[in-house]
Structure formats: C-alpha cells, structure tokens
C-alpha cells in the first residue's frame, strides 16, 4: 500500500518537467505514487505526462483541470489523494533518490506531522550548488533528528523553517481542511503555516532531500506584477484568517506574520506598475495590517529580540503594532514610499 502522494502542480514548465519527473522515478522507496495536476498549461505539459502516466502507470497519475492557480492544485489534489502523507514537489525542481524513503522513515519512527528536510540551491545557466538547512540559521538552531513538540519553547525555533514545500513531508489529516485561494501564487506559505499550527510535532533532518531551482524565469519570488503582490498579500490575510480560528496558536506566529508584513512592504519597492497602482498595493498591505494589528502586545516582545533595525524604525513599528496609532503612522509611511516610488519612476 502506498503510504505517500507526490502533488505536483504543472503549468508552463515543459522545459523542466521530465527531469522533476525523472527524480521522482528514481526513488530507494517503492512506498509513493505521483499525482502530477496539469493546471490548465497551455504548453506542452500534457504530453509529457501523458508519455509518464503511459509508462508508468501504477506510478503516475495524472489529472487536467482549468487554470486556478497554485492553490487550486493543492485543494484539488488533497482532496483526492488516499495516502496519509504527502509531499508537494514544483516541477521546476527535483527531489534526491534517497528523499521519500528519508522523509517517510523519520515521519514513522517519530510520529511527526510534519517531517522537513534540508534543500540545495541550483541555477538555471551555472553547475553551482548551495546548501541551505532551510531555516534562518541567524535566528534559530535545530538539531537534526530531534522531535519538537508543540507547546515547548523549543518549538517555536520551527517558525524560522523557510515556508517553502521544499522536503517537506505533511500528514493528510492536517491539511484537509484548509482553504486554498485560487488564481494566486504564495499558497505554499498557508500549507506550511497552517500545518505547522496544528502540528502535535515536528521533525526535522540537515540532509539536502531536495533541489530548488532558484533562478528559473517566472519563479513567484522575482514576480514584481501588481497581481502577484496582491496576491501574496491575499494568501497572508488568508493565512492570519484561517490561523484566528485555532486554538493554542504560539505567540512567535503572529511575530512572524508581522516580519512578512515587513518583507512584503519592502518588495513593493521593486513593482513595475503605475504610482496609483503602487498607492492601491500600500492600501492592500494596511489592511493585512490593520488584520494583525490586535495582536500587537503579543508581537513586541518577539520584535524586540529578533529584529534588526535601526531606532527610527523601530519606532515606527512600534506605532504600526498600535491599534490607536498605526493609522497615522501608517498614513506617514505610504506617503513617504510613494514620493520616492514616483522619485524612482521619473527617474527610470
């Protein structure tokens, strides 16, 4: 019986997809099948796994849908997926031979509901590769092999893993209810998220399982269109609505919901859109904000330990986290980005 499905979500990667395919067929474990979701790509995509699926059919499954985005497939595929766990593998990438086998060993012996391992960075034109332990190492130290449970101090060092699916290894039973955005990328982000705040423990491994392909040309993360940005703030507003429902949910989370707050409002910075269209984006980020804001005693005590900034910004995030003064402090601060935002297309 298999014990773990493959998701993976296809759309505009013929270029990469028999190698993703490839690296899945070369597993130590015969304990897996492939779900691979044909996301309505309007390339070649269907026929590749069409020859896969022909090949290999007690392996690979294949599904066509219409085009829904990323979350789509996740909703879609859990779904209908039998397996007890399972793990999500972009097309764009590859998973090592030894992956599912590793995963699946440390998820049984430990009993996690969530297993993570370590991934490697490669390029599209180089034959660099970089490790990465898939956490920030500046902020957090996990000890491989180790189970972390809930509610332990320990565990909150599991809110510095990088949210991306990369050797992850999930439970189905966590993750069916979760509701999924559609037509938006970033929805990677609220699988791990939501996961991880129902998880009873997790376990984590420094062994790279996995190979992301971090420069490949229209990877979400150097999509500077305004719908890809209002789509990631969607999926965090998502996130924090989805996160307010549970019961127990760890202080660090709603810090790090904030860091994202940050982080997205810096890449606004990088937008190719019109100044009104920048104005309208700023708008959106206030409103996650404004969503967060009520837990803002809450974060302080994690800012003050984890964040790396100056004086002025800190107390510029000390009002943001203010319910009675985050609108006038926030009124400031878009003010000030759109000056210099026009300032910069003026200039360009």
Same mark, same amino acid.
């Given at each position: 019986?298999?014990?773990?499905t493959i998701?993976?979500?296809?759309?505009?990667?013929?270029?990469?997809?028999r190698?993703?395919?490839?690296?899945?067929?070369?597993q130590?474990?015969d304990?897996?099948?492939?779900?691979?979701?044909?996301?309505g790509?309007?390339?070649?995509?269907?026929?590749?796994?069409d020859?896969?699926?022909?090949r290999?059919?007690?392996?690979?499954?294949?599904?066509?849908?219409?085009?829904g985005?990323?979350?789509?497939v996740?909703?879609?595929?859990?779904?209908?997926?039998?397996t007890?766990?399972?793990?999500?593998?972009?097309?764009?990438?590859?998973?090592?031979?030894?992956?599912?086998?590793?995963?699946?060993?440390?998820?049984?012996?430990?009993?996690?509901?969530?297993?993570?391992?370590?991934?490697?960075?490669?390029?599209?034109?180089?034959?660099?590769?970089?490790?990465?332990?898939?956490?920030?190492?500046?902020?957090?130290?996990?000890?491989?092999?180790?189970?972390?449970?809930?509610?332990?101090?320990?565990?909150?060092?599991?809110?510095f893993?990088?949210?991306?699916?990369?050797a992850?290894? $999930? /439970? +189905?039973?966590?993750?069916k209810h979760?509701?999924?955005?559609?037509?938006v %990328?970033?929805?990677? !982000? &609220?699988l791990?998220y939501?996961?991880?705040?129902?998880?009873?423990?997790?376990?984590?491994?420094?062994?790279s399982?996995?190979?992301?392909?971090?420069?490949?040309?229209?990877?979400?993360?150097?999509?500077?269109?305004?719908?890809?940005?209002?789509?990631?703030?969607?999926?965090?507003?998502?996130?924090?609505?989805q996160?307010?429902?549970?019961?127990?949910?760890p202080?660090?989370f709603?810090?790090?919901?904030?860091?994202?707050?940050?982080?997205?409002?810096?890449?606004?910075?990088?937008?190719?859109?019109?100044?009104?269209e920048?104005?309208?984006?700023?708008?959106?980020?206030?409103?996650?904000?404004?969503?967060?804001?009520?837990?803002?005693?809450?974060i302080?005590?994690? $800012? /003050? +330990?984890?964040?790396?900034?100056?004086?002025?910004?800190?107390?510029?995030? %000390?009002?943001?986290? !203010? &319910?009675?003064?985050?609108?006038?402090?926030?009124?400031?601060?878009?003010?000030?980005?759109?000056?210099?935002?026009?300032?910069?297309q003026?200039?360009?």
């Open positions: 019986m298999k014990e773990v998701i993976v979500p296809i759309y505009k990667v013929e270029k990469y997809l190698a993703c395919f490839d690296s899945l067929l070369k130590t474990s304990s897996f099948a492939v779900l691979a979701v044909n996301d790509s309007p390339d070649n995509s269907q026929a590749i796994i020859e896969y699926t022909a290999y059919p007690d392996l690979i499954f294949g599904i066509k849908k219409e085009n985005g990323y979350g789509s996740l909703q879609m595929a859990i779904e209908k997926i039998t007890p766990y399972f793990l999500v593998c972009d097309p764009d990438d590859t998973i090592e031979p030894n992956a599912v086998e590793t995963l699946l060993s440390l998820a049984k012996v430990s009993g996690a509901d969530v297993t993570v391992g370590a991934k490697t960075f490669v390029y599209e034109n180089s034959e660099d590769r970089d490790y990465d332990k898939a956490y920030n190492t500046e902020f957090a130290e996990l000890k491989p092999n180790t189970l972390y449970r809930a509610g332990t101090k320990e565990f909150e060092n599991l809110f893993l990088d949210p991306s699916p990369h992850k290894l $999930y /439970k +189905k039973e966590l993750s979760i509701d999924f955005p559609k037509k %990328g970033y929805t990677d !982000n &609220l791990f939501m996961n991880l705040l129902q998880a009873k423990s997790v376990i984590y491994t420094d062994t399982l996995a190979n992301y392909l971090i420069d490949r040309a229209g990877n979400s993360m150097g999509d500077v269109r305004v719908a890809a940005m209002s789509g990631e703030i969607r999926v965090f507003r998502t996130i924090l609505a996160a307010s429902i549970l019961k127990n949910v202080d660090i709603w810090y790090r919901m904030f860091e994202s707050f940050k982080f997205m409002l810096y890449k606004t910075r990088r937008l190719n859109c019109s100044t009104e920048y104005a309208a984006v700023l708008d959106q980020l206030e409103d996650y904000l404004k969503d967060l804001c009520e837990h803002g005693e809450t302080k005590p994690y $800012y /003050k +330990k984890y964040a790396k900034t100056k004086a002025v910004e800190r107390a510029r995030d %000390g009002m943001l986290m !203010n &319910l009675r003064t985050e609108k006038l402090a926030y009124r400031r601060l878009k003010k000030k980005m759109c000056r210099e935002f026009a300032a910069k003026k200039n360009s």
